[in-house]
């Protein structure tokens, strides 16, 4: 049968359009496989586990307002659990109920070591587990933590510049490597401006301990203490020492409407959160995630107010040379034994840093 050239046309035309149909169709399937992913991708959901509760001033208050703010620039799902103890089972139930959720990023913010942590982690090998305990054992753990070393050393020359008692009081919760480092970093700070001042430590027994930390306090007092630091959460030290009458440098949070604030030591999570979320979200890398001074993650923010024109030009001067890599556990440094721990043409080691476990010369214990 013969077929008209109108029919062939038509036929023609009809192939043309199904194949035309099948291109569009194949982009569109394509194109919703693509955005569809990188939506999915937008929407990944984000764990953060904290032992007490976002509300809590320093420590757990900064760590969900940075980590809920890069969330939300990054696109992520914020999920909390908070008011968490401190033990394996309280640990495995948060950690449960996240990975229920889908969650395959989670971060344990705490500032204590979990036992046995390891085993949690081995139990759900998909996930990616985030931890601020930079000397865990366990190999499957992504370390983030601050370095202190150098925003406490600025604290240090702060105070030994403030002092006219040359009595200068620390609190700190209990001996740890991150204790030893912070202590030790601000008393060379406090004798690189004024050798002959003398730092107070008190040993609270906790990062929250409410009674401690005001009878430390009410001890500098006592033994004529004007400028204190601390290495403690919480608002009670900044209370107690406008009570005092002592000047402080702040820890975590700043406290502006406080008239014996004289700086501040400031992380900023939205920045540490953000870097480590980038980096980690498509590719887990497990070296560890310092947040420092040289990247102005983490710096010091003194009162212009409440220093003088000397001491701001001090400051100025060693935070310049801080940030251009100044070290600050360098050169000859003694512990409060007499011992040696560093010459004159050496510096202490990152691995040395993080065993840390003594005193610098200089330091005198309360109650001992």
């Known amino acids: 049968m013969k077929v008209s050239k109108d029919e062939q046309l038509a036929k023609r035309f009809f192939r043309l359009n199904a194949c035309v149909t099948a291109v569009l169709l194949a982009a569109i399937v394509i194109s919703v496989l693509q955005f569809g992913a990188a939506a999915w991708e937008r929407q990944q959901q984000v764990g953060l586990v904290l032992v007490g509760s976002k509300e809590d001033a320093g420590w757990n208050r900064v760590q969900y307002q940075g980590m809920q ?15 968490i103890r401190e033990d394996e089972a309280s640990c495995r139930k948060a950690v449960r109920e996240l990975v229920e959720r889908r969650t395959k990023v989670i971060f344990l913010a ?4 979990m036992k046995d942590i390891g085993e949690i982690v081995k139990e759900y090998p998909n996930v990616r587990f985030f931890t601020t305990e930079m000397d865990s054992s366990v190999s499957d753990l992504k370390r983030y933590a601050v370095r202190y070393i150098e925003p406490c050393y600025l ?7 403030r002092t006219k008692s040359g009595c200068i009081g620390y609190a700190a919760p209990y001996p740890a490597p991150e204790a030893y480092q912070a202590i030790n970093a601000f008393t060379i700070g406090v004798q690189r401006v004024n050798p002959n001042a003398q730092v107070l430590l008190a040993w609270t027994g906790g990062w929250e301990n409410h009674a401690n930390e005001e009878q430390a306090v009410r001890d500098f007092k006592a033994a004529s203490v004007d400028v204190m630091a601390y290495f403690q959460e919480g608002e009670t030290i900044p209370a107690a020492a406008e009570r005092a009458g002592i000047y402080f440098i702040s820890m975590y949070e700043g406290y502006p409407s406080n008239p014996y604030e004289l700086a501040a030591i400031k992380v900023d999570w939205k920045k540490a959160y953000s870097d480590l979320l980038r980096q980690q979200l498509r590719q887990f ?3 560890a995630y310092w947040a420092t001074i040289l990247d102005r993650t983490v710096d010091i923010e003194p009162v212009i107010s409440a220093l003088s024109v000397r001491e701001r030009v001090m400051f100025e001067t060693e ?13 000859e440094i003694y512990d409060r034994n007499g ?9 202490i080691g990152n691995q040395s840093l993080l065993e840390m476990n003594w005193l610098v010369r200089g330091v005198r214990v309360l109650g001992n």
Do not use: T
């Not at 604290?155 to 510049?161: D, K, S, V």
């Open 110 to 113: 705490n500032l204590k070591p």
């Open 339 to 347: 011992i040696r721990r560093c010459g004159a043409d050496e510096s």
């Open 69 to 83: 703010a890069a969330c939300k620039m990054l696109g992520c799902e914020l999920l909390l659990q908070e008011n």
């Open 319 to 331: 935070h310049w040379e801080i940030q251009r890599g100044k070290m600050v556990f360098a050169g």
């Open 285 to 287: 890398d497990r070296a």
């Open 155 to 161: 604290a240090g020359i702060l105070a030994g510049l």
